[in-house]
């Protein structure tokens, strides 16, 4: 059994953190680019409003899912990168596994074939 | 100096952070908001737009800036916020945690000698009573606000007052166990004249030993008042904090209650 449940109340905190842990296992990214990633992939069904990126990216760093580390491009210009930690890859394939239970539980109801 | 410095600007008298937290916050909105400018410009906008979209998309609002700084506050500020929200600058929550630290140490000190609490009268008892059930009260409420959740409007401030009143009825106890000591020993008069009794016994060698006599006196009566002053403080903490969790789950009440009927009238 997974150690991660998907709770209704926090569905959107929840699915945007699965979101970002998801494109980041992909290899490491700075928040614009996970931002613009999650937008294409998805075909623009998910939009990340800025708003709420940066405070999800940064409980995640807290929570040591993932790694930002600051590289210098350019004699100016600093970027934060992010990078997937063991404990995030762990956590990402709680909450495929999550995500799937969630999904099991709400087709049974509405009666329709789990995709 | 960039393009965006007076959105920067903002989020820098927003964000209620020490440095560097608050220059590296403001370092990786500023590189993305280049980027993001850039990514618009390569896709054939004006310089105009692809800066009003930049705006639009990077508009922080207070609710994220708040998450923001929640996430990265100090733990001690944090602390001093749930301690006193009347606490507001700096100079004000450095007095307010050197007073709380310097009871913490008296307190601990002085309950934990044996010997005071023999010198303190049977007073002390219905004080330490007191003491245990505003902490089973405080727990309690705690238990239902922290663990169970029950934000139940009706039913937040019910018991709230509790510790107060039981920190008001200690000190009564308190001073009438004072004065019943030194009504009872008779040394009311002593009390009145100690001053002069101890300048006498510092002149003259022969009675010193009355000076050592008249502080143990002292300390003996002083012990129950201490007792009580401690436990009035102890009780009266659990209050402040109780008390300013219960006001900042209204304040997000209303909040909710205004934001909905804002939303409701657009």
Same mark, same amino acid.
């Given at each position: 059994?997974?150690?991660?449940?998907?709770?209704?109340?926090?569905?959107?905190?929840?699915?945007?953190?699965?979101?970002?842990?998801?494109?980041?296992? !992909?290899?490491?990214?700075?928040?614009?680019?996970?931002?613009?990633?999650?937008?294409?992939?998805?075909?623009?069904?998910?939009?990340?409003?800025?708003?709420?990126?940066?405070?999800?990216?940064?409980?995640?760093?807290?929570?040591?899912?993932?790694?930002?580390?600051?590289?210098?491009?350019?004699?100016?210009?600093?970027?934060?990168?992010?990078?997937?930690? !063991?404990k995030g890859k762990r956590t990402l394939s709680e909450q495929r596994a999550a995500w799937r239970v969630y999904h099991q539980h709400l087709f049974h109801i509405l009666g329709e074939e789990t995709? | 100096?960039?393009?965006?410095?007076?959105?920067?600007?903002?989020?820098?008298?927003?964000?209620?952070?020490?440095?560097?937290?608050?220059?590296?916050?403001l370092l990786e909105l500023a590189a993305d908001m280049e980027d993001c400018y850039q990514a618009y410009t390569d896709r054939g906008l004006d310089e105009a737009g692809a800066d009003a979209r930049?705006?639009?998309?990077?508009?922080?609002?207070?609710?994220?800036?708040?998450?923001?700084?929640?996430?990265?506050?100090?733990?001690?500020?944090?602390?001093?916020?749930?301690?006193?929200?009347?606490?507001?600058?700096?100079?004000?929550?450095?007095?307010?945690?050197?007073?709380?630290?310097?009871?913490?140490?008296?307190?601990?000190?002085?309950?934990?000698?044996?010997?005071?609490?023999?010198?303190?009268?049977?007073?002390?008892?219905p004080m330490v009573g007191i003491a245990l059930y505003a902490t089973v009260c405080g727990l309690r409420k705690a238990f239902a606000l922290y663990v169970r959740q029950d934000h139940d409007i009706?039913?937040?401030?019910?018991?709230?007052?509790?510790?107060?009143?039981?920190?008001?009825?200690?000190?009564?106890?308190? !001073?009438?166990?004072?004065?019943?000591?030194?009504?009872?020993?008779?040394?009311?008069?002593?009390?009145?004249?100690?001053?002069?009794?101890?300048?006498?016994?510092?002149?003259?060698?022969?009675?010193?030993?009355?000076?050592?006599?008249?502080?143990?006196?002292?300390?003996?009566?002083?012990?129950?008042?201490?007792?009580?002053?401690?436990?009035?403080?102890?009780?009266?903490?659990?209050?402040?904090?109780?008390?300013?969790?219960?006001?900042?789950?209204?304040?997000?009440?209303?909040?909710?209650?205004?934001?909905?009927?804002?939303?409701?009238?657009?």
């Amino acid at each position: 059994m997974a150690g991660i449940e998907i709770s209704v109340p926090q569905l959107s905190k929840q699915c945007n953190a699965s979101l970002i842990l998801g494109v980041l296992s !992909a290899g490491k990214k700075h928040g614009y680019q996970i931002a613009l990633e999650v937008e294409e992939r998805s075909d623009g069904f998910f939009k990340f409003n800025h708003g709420t990126l940066y405070p999800i990216l940064h409980k995640l760093e807290k929570d040591g899912l993932i790694k930002g580390t600051w590289k210098q491009e350019g004699p100016k210009r600093k970027r934060k990168y992010y990078t997937l930690t !063991a404990k995030g890859k762990r956590t990402l394939s709680e909450q495929r596994a999550a995500w799937r239970v969630y999904h099991q539980h709400l087709f049974h109801i509405l009666g329709e074939e789990t995709p | 100096m960039s393009r965006f410095a007076a959105i920067l600007q903002r989020f820098n008298a927003s964000i209620d952070l020490p440095q560097p937290t608050k220059s590296r916050i403001l370092l990786e909105l500023a590189a993305d908001m280049e980027d993001c400018y850039q990514a618009y410009t390569d896709r054939g906008l004006d310089e105009a737009g692809a800066d009003a979209r930049v705006r639009e998309k990077f508009d922080l609002d207070d609710e994220a800036l708040t998450a923001l700084i929640d996430l990265h506050q100090p733990p001690m500020k944090k602390w001093m916020d749930r301690i006193s929200s009347q606490a507001q600058t700096r100079l004000e929550r450095i007095v307010l945690a050197l007073m709380l630290v310097v009871v913490g140490l008296i307190a601990a000190q002085t309950m934990g000698n044996a010997r005071f609490f023999q010198q303190a009268s049977q007073f002390v008892l219905p004080m330490v009573g007191i003491a245990l059930y505003a902490t089973v009260c405080g727990l309690r409420k705690a238990f239902a606000l922290y663990v169970r959740q029950d934000h139940d409007i009706r039913r937040l401030r019910s018991g709230l007052a509790l510790p107060l009143i039981l920190s008001g009825v200690n000190l009564l106890i308190g !001073a009438l166990g004072y004065f019943w000591e030194l009504l009872k020993n008779g040394d009311w008069a002593v009390l009145l004249a100690s001053e002069q009794i101890y300048l006498l016994s510092l002149q003259e060698p022969a009675t010193r030993h009355t000076s050592y006599l008249l502080v143990e006196w002292m300390t003996r009566n002083a012990a129950t008042m201490m007792v009580c002053l401690l436990i009035s403080l102890y009780t009266a903490l659990i209050w402040v904090g109780l008390s300013s969790h219960v006001a900042r789950i209204e304040q997000a009440e209303t909040d909710f209650v205004l934001q909905t009927q804002r939303s409701e009238s657009c």
